[in-house]
């Protein structure tokens, strides 16, 4: 069982990363989804704490571990179609963005939702999902494209 | 509605508060919870058996595989070749081709230190001669507002641009739609202003295709028709749409005919083969193979992968997928499997697969009238691989240090990659034939400060970079 000072230092890291990896899996797979594979990632975590010390970027390896067991144990399941987020009877969003974002590819949905949504940089966002930059820069041209296509947005919105 | 990132950044607002962050209490809850559990066992020795029962069958399948004569050698990872990184890297007998005499480069402009980009004026001209031209390289200082303006076509230097898809002498077509219904082969696609955003149902498909025309394919994610107009091709809000290049018109648009299928991700671009995805791990492949149109199933189904990427090259089609042991296994590595096809339809696995050192990060295919590439990144970087009758695959000599930004793409001159270097620099490379290159660098080695915006990408036949307060453009003039 690990000592006090292990469990401290975890839990540090826990605060300290556990809500960004949460916005990022929750950006994969859904709100639900999301929220569970954090759990599942952190749990990972724990029981593998020595070894992801170590590790040079650990929150971008603990997303791999959240993703993986999200899509294996979450499959098929609808993403983004919580009608409280939606907005219910009133609105504040466009209704159809969370369609449109569920039909975006992963990469482009998770780049986008991290960048514009959650206020990430694209450095910050290439380093967590392990690809170059130009890449993550490359899926949030494409995805916003594919969104103003979908929602009929001008381009210039 | 107030703007679309406006939008984005709502919802994922409510999307952080209705989905409260992970506290260690509640984990520690978890964990204790789940320790109470019953799990199953380990049982050791029975274990142990079975894998040595498994290790003795393996040996003896190895043993019988080896020694029949003239096998193939299948299946077999593959590692290119890798040569020290240089300037320019050939293969002998593969570079016959005159490149320069071959080269169809844009339009030399007269100065380009006067080019002005959203009202700035050039902080330096660099130019560089490579084999394929002059390569110019123009630095701007200046803060973007919007860094995806960088991107926005007005924001290219007029000399640099790509003419527009040439159609001279070909009158304005009256976008109408024509009246396919029945069987007939239609001679012209489509199509009026009247009538854009029609949807087509899967039935009457074969039908209002275009596929009776020569010269219908024309590359990557683009169809000719009609004696010189373009389609772009792409697969949204579940249907594949086909649009005008020159004014993003859109002028076809297919649905397929369950609505609950919703296709995602278009995989297989550009021609009489798409592929679509839609929740994790399924996937179809929907073909039109000139005769007969549908969703098949395709050749990696029931397999766990990461990645798919296919293309059309020559008369055929190319499909690679990054496949792993299992959706659990986090400390294996991945493989790359390769299937070609002629008709869409029936698929070929190659015979070979290339190891990968961890899963893949990234695959990217492309076809050309008679070659396809493939762009393969795991843990250990990038490497290019180069076929031309999709069965043999060559390692290209370049060693490609940093992980690649966009590319190989298809350009007005050849092939295009843009690559960042782990020393925070950003690399061009550009070749005629795909197997010789010119490596040069867009951008210097730069510094940026924690959180800035770093990186390099393509767009048309530039190479662009952008860092805190300057960005780059180079391309040939």
């Known amino acids: ?157 | 509605m107030s703007d679309l990132t406006t939008q984005i950044r709502e919802y994922a607002t409510r999307l952080d508060e209705r989905y409260p962050d992970v506290s260690p209490e509640e984990l520690m809850e978890r964990l204790v919870s789940r320790d109470s559990q019953p799990r199953r066992r380990w049982n050791g020795p029975l274990v142990a058996i079975a894998v040595a029962v498994l290790v003795v069958l393996l040996g003896v399948l190895t043993y019988l595989a080896s020694s029949q004569q003239g096998s193939p050698v299948v299946d077999q990872p593959v590692r290119p070749p890798t040569v020290p990184s240089t300037s320019v890297t050939t293969q002998e007998g593969e570079l016959a081709t005159d490149i320069t005499a071959a080269s169809t480069l844009p339009t030399v402009p007269s100065d380009p230190t006067t080019m002005e980009v959203d009202g700035l004026e050039p902080a330096e001209v660099r130019t560089v001669e490579t084999s394929l031209g002059t390569w110019t390289t123009l630095r701007y200082d200046g803060e973007l507002a919007d860094m995806e303006a960088l991107f926005n076509p007005s924001f290219r230097p007029a000399t640099f641009e790509t003419p527009a898809f040439p159609n001279p002498g070909l009158p304005e077509v009256d976008w109408h739609e024509h009246d396919t219904s029945g069987s007939a082969v239609v001679g012209q696609v489509a199509v009026s202003t009247a009538s854009i955003g029609g949807t087509f149902d899967w039935e009457t498909l074969g039908s209002r295709l275009p596929s009776g025309l020569p010269g219908w394919i024309e590359g990557e994610r683009a169809i000719e028709f009609d004696g010189g107009h373009v389609l772009d091709v792409d697969l949204v809000a579940g249907a594949v749409e086909f649009r005008r290049r020159d004014t993003g018109e859109l002028a076809l648009r297919l649905v397929p005919p369950d609505a609950s299928i919703s296709a995602q991700q278009l995989v297989g671009e550009g021609s009489r083969v798409a592929s679509g995805r839609w929740e994790p791990e399924i996937w179809g492949l929907f073909v039109d193979n000139g005769e007969t149109s549908g969703w098949v199933e395709p050749p990696w189904s029931g397999r766990a992968v990461d990645y798919v990427d296919g293309t059309a090259f020559g008369d055929q089609f190319v499909l690679v997928a990054s496949v792993r042991p299992d959706w659990e296994e986090q400390n294996r590595s991945s493989i790359i499997r390769i299937w070609r096809s002629i008709d869409g339809a029936n698929w070929t696995e190659t015979g070979l697969s290339f190891d990968l050192d961890g899963f893949a990060r990234d695959l990217d295919v492309q076809g050309d009238e008679d070659s396809v590439s493939l762009r393969l990144e795991d843990d250990s970087g990038a490497r290019l691989f180069v076929s031309t009758d999709g069965a043999v695959w060559d390692g290209v000599g370049v060693e490609i240090e940093g992980g690649v930004a966009a590319g190989p793409t298809r350009v007005s001159f050849g092939w295009m990659m843009v690559v960042e270097g782990d020393d925070t620099s950003c690399h061009v490379y550009i070749s005629r034939d795909l197997r010789s290159w010119d490596s040069l660098q867009l951008a210097p080695l730069f510094d940026p400060p924690d959180g800035a915006n770093w990186g390099c990408s393509i767009d048309g036949d530039h190479a662009i970079a952008l860092a805190e307060g300057s960005y780059w453009i180079g391309g040939f003039g």
């Open chain 1, 1 to 157: 069982m690990p000592d006090d000072e292990t469990s401290e230092s975890f839990t540090g890291f826990v605060r300290r990363v556990g809500p960004r990896l949460k916005q990022s899996l929750i950006a994969a797979l859904g709100g639900e989804a999301g929220r569970e594979a954090t759990c599942e990632a952190l749990a990972w975590a724990w029981e593998n704490w020595p070894r992801l010390q170590n590790m040079e970027n650990p929150a971008g390896y603990l997303y791999k571990v959240g993703r993986n067991r999200g899509i294996s144990t979450l499959r098929r399941k609808v993403l983004f179609t919580d009608p409280e987020i939606a907005g219910g009877e009133e609105p504040w969003v466009e209704p159809a963005l969370a369609g449109a974002l569920a039909r975006l590819g992963e990469n482009q949905r998770v780049a986008i939702l991290l960048i514009h949504g959650f206020g990430w940089t694209y450095r910050e966002v290439a380093r967590h999902l392990d690809l170059a930059t130009g890449t993550v820069q490359t899926h949030v041209k494409r995805g916003m494209t594919k969104l103003r296509h979908d929602l009929k947005v001008d381009a210039n919105v």
